[in-house]
């Protein structure tokens, strides 16, 4: 059975950072595209960074460039999602999502789908 379970969120102020870790199990992880989705109240859900085979990443969009960054661990099966200077704008249910190819280029349609964990980014 996939499992992916995303942790590590919660309150911070805004200009804060927040580190969040997805442990995987349950396919071969070192062969998967990983990638971090985000849904804030009312809106809809959004890719936010994808990692490669490779540990190289790609931005779903530009409005964390400069500030979040995406690593991943083999040995440990688990990815993480470093944000920093965090905006109220970042307020989201964050998802760890997981796809069998390898690059992180082309569409954004991921198989396996953890439960999320929420950031909520306020004073």
């Known amino acids: 059975e996939v499992q992916l379970q995303a942790y590590g969120g919660g309150l911070v102020q805004p200009r804060g950072s927040l580190r969040l870790s997805c442990a995987a199990s349950?396919?071969?992880?070192?062969?998967?595209?990983i990638g971090w989705f985000r849904q804030a109240p009312g809106r809809e859900r959004e890719g936010v960074l994808c990692?490669?085979?490779?540990?190289?990443?790609?931005y779903y969009g530009n409005s964390v460039k400069g500030r979040f960054t995406m690593s991943r661990d083999n040995g440990k099966k688990t990815v993480y999602l470093q944000m920093n200077t965090l905006k109220a704008e970042d307020t989201a249910v964050y998802y760890c999502?997981?796809?069998?190819?390898?690059?992180?280029?082309?569409?954004?349609?991921?198989?396996?789908w953890g439960q999320g964990t929420l950031v909520t980014v306020s004073s």
């Open positions: 999502v997981a796809d069998r190819r390898a690059s992180c280029l082309g569409d954004r349609i991921f198989e396996y």
């Open positions: 349950g396919f071969p992880f070192d062969y998967y595209r």
């Open positions: 990692i490669n085979t490779s540990s190289m990443t790609t």
